[in-house]
Every structure is written in C-alpha cells, then in structure tokens.
C-alpha cells in the first residue's frame, strides 16, 4: 500500500471539509481521501448549526498535519475537535483495513489541479518546523461566523472590500474554497456587541501557534543593553543584520526561517487568524533591513524573494486598498517600505551574485504590474514624508540620536 491516503473518521453531517485548497461535502459514509500527497497540509472543518452541539451558530477549525502513508483523523462531538489519531496500533488497524479494501467506496479523490500552488506556498515548511509551531495538544483554532463579524468590527473596515469572493483577504482559489464563500458572513459591524464582549471573542481566534519572537531595534538594543551607545544604534537602524543573524540561530537552518514565514502567510490569509498576520509582517520587515548578510547569506535571500513573489502572486491586487495594510498611503505600506529598501540595498552595495539581481528585478517587476508599485524609484522623498509625519510608528521610525547629549 504505496498511496498515501488521509483517513476522516466521525465527520458530522451537513458539515464540510478543505485539504489545502480542495474544498468538499463528505457524502454518507465518508471516510477520507485517497491519492493525497505526501508532506505539510492543512485541514479545516466547518460545521454549521445543526451539527454543533455546543455553539449555535457555525464554526470553523484548522488543523496542520503533516501526511503521510496512513494519516487519520478522529472528530469528537463533545469538545468538537478535530485530533489526529497517535495510537500506533490503531494506526496499524485502520492500515490493515485499507489493504483489505474497507473503505474502498468510503474514500473520496483529492483534487491535484490547484497542490503546485499550494506546494510554492508551503515548500519549506518541514515536518520539524510543523512540530515545533503547532502545539500536538490543540489545533491551530476555532473560528465562528459571529468572531468573523466582531473581528471586523475591530479592524474597523468601514466598506466592503471587491475582492473577487468578496471575503476580506481572499486567495486566487477561494472559488471553490468555503473558507472564503460562505455567504453568511458580513462585514457590516454587529452594533449590539459592546467592546468588552469584541474583545472575548477575539479571544477565540488566535492562532495557538508556537511563533518564534522576531526581534525588533528597541526589543534587540534593550536585550543587548546597547541603549545608551547612540552609535551602535545608528548603525542598527541602517543594517539589521545582526537582528538577523541572532534570529537565525533560534533555527537548525536558514529554510526554517522562510518556511515560518510561510506558515505564518498561511495562518492568516487562509486560516485568517491575526496572530499569522502579525508575525508574517514581521519577518519581511526584518529581512529587508539587512545589508551584511545579503552579502553572506546570497541564497537565503534569492530563497526569501521567490518565497514572497508565490504569496503576493495569490493575493487580490486591490486587497491592499484595506486600511488593515495601508494605514496612510501606498509609499507608507510597510511591503512597499520593505521591497524598495532590499531593491536599494541590492543594487547600491554592488552585489556580485546573478541570482540575486535576477530576483529583485523580478520582485520590482512583479509589484510593478500587479499592485502598480515603483520599487525602483528613489527613496528619499519618501523618507522625507516619513520624518515629517506625526503618525508614523515608533517601531519603525527612523531613529534620530543626539550625539551632543
């Protein structure tokens, strides 16, 4: 038995099911899928009213697993959690009755025609990585319709966006994705809801995923005490490089780093948790800022651009029309911000490797006709609107120091 097959036991009815971007409806006596493909895969549960026993109105769950030969699955009503099945000498059983052909007619097919995207979306996300962000004891969450309504109300998104399935941060396959078409969701804010109860069930969308802290000038020069020498500080906020390099030795490889981000990615545009957003925004920031090891680290970065090109590939070209990533104007995006600063470092440190040139090209060519951005433009008018602006994040704020003081 050489096929890989992901095995579904307990499945609800009138509930459906998403492996990857394959969306379906389990039919009676639904089992499973046969001829998966082997590697990372997220799955998400959706169940609805007449099938949750604990909430009335219907809920959402993701859960990361990493497939292979005989990957199972258990859904319990009681805590209505999706758990992967451990027990080795049911894993043996549940084999066994494969190769007898038991489930033969129980077994739907998986849908290959959208895996390459999601293979460029999630090809670094290795099975020690998948064990080390996703806790074994929970999923990544639980998400309702109603939390999809108040978390709207928290962002504040005063008009619906025209997303191509009207969901606030759709992929290029949510056609025939539930995550993104389900029409009992609205934007429109839930008025009765005071913040105190917004708040609560925020709660309930977070990701429970073990991100690793991604470190930030003020977090890097307080952890090394640098916050009195104003001139190291200087240097930091013009190379973060060594932000970088301590970053990179909380990982076993350079491939982990891209395959968070990619998790991360995943985490929010699909799972749409918050959390996923935030430290996928983080990473990007960070990279970009880096000067020294653009030079040592010249594949990692090529690595780093393809990675980033396949995500922006998926995305709406106007979802950045949402106050969510634009919080004043285009030249103040931190992708923009981010982008224009690699492509800058890129071409004014005179960097030798032909890859790399060839991917920064590609990266400013790609933003260039499908979000309109000129990353190849100079950025000292854009600096100077950022110096002169009273709203500008201190995080990311150039830092000015004293040296009189």
Known sequence: MSIPTLLILSIPPRSSLTLNFHAFHPFENFRGLHSVPRG????????????SEVLTDSI?????????????????????????????????????????????????????SQHQIWTQLSNFISKDLLDR??????????????SY????????????????SERPFALNASDSNPLFSDSSTELNPLK???????????????SYSN?????????????????????????????????????????????QLLGECQFAFIDFFISQHLEGFEQWKCIPTLVCQCSTSLCRRTEFFVSFVNVVINQLAQMS??????ELFAEVSQKRLFLFVSFRSLYERVNEMGVSDIKLSIAVNRLADFCQTKFCWNIKESSSDVALE????????????????????
């Open 317 to 322: 070209s106007d979802l950045f029309e949402n």
């Open 60 to 112: 959402r769950q993701s859960k990361w697993i990493y497939l292979d030969i005989v990957t199972a699955l258990e859904f319990h009503p009681q805590t209505e959690q999706l758990d992967l099945i451990t027990d080795s000498e049911q894993l043996h059983r549940l084999g066994l009755a494969l190769q007898k052909g038991e489930f033969r007619t129980s077994l739907g097919s998986y849908d290959r």
């Open 211 to 255: 991100y690793t802290l991604i470190p930030t000038l003020s977090s890097y020069c307080r952890a090394q005490h640098l916050t009195n020498q104003p001139q190291v500080i200087t240097q930091l906020s013009q190379d973060q490089s060594p932000l970088l390099e301590h970053l990179l030795t909380l990982y076993s490889s350079e491939e």
């Open 149 to 164: 309504k108040l978390r709207d109300k928290y962002l504040k998104w005063d008009t619906k966006p025209q997303l191509s």
């Open 386 to 405: 950022q110096l002169q602006s009273d709203e500008e994040s201190d995080e990311y704020a150039p830092i000015v120091v004293d040296l009189d003081q």
């Open 133 to 146: 962000l996703t806790p074994a004891e929970c999923s990544v969450g639980k998400l309702s319709s109603q």
């Open 40 to 51: 990372v895969a997220l799955v998400t549960i959706t169940l609805n009213a007449a099938s």
């Open 192 to 206: 009765e809801h005071s913040n105190s109860n917004a708040t609560d069930s925020l709660n309930s969308i977070v």
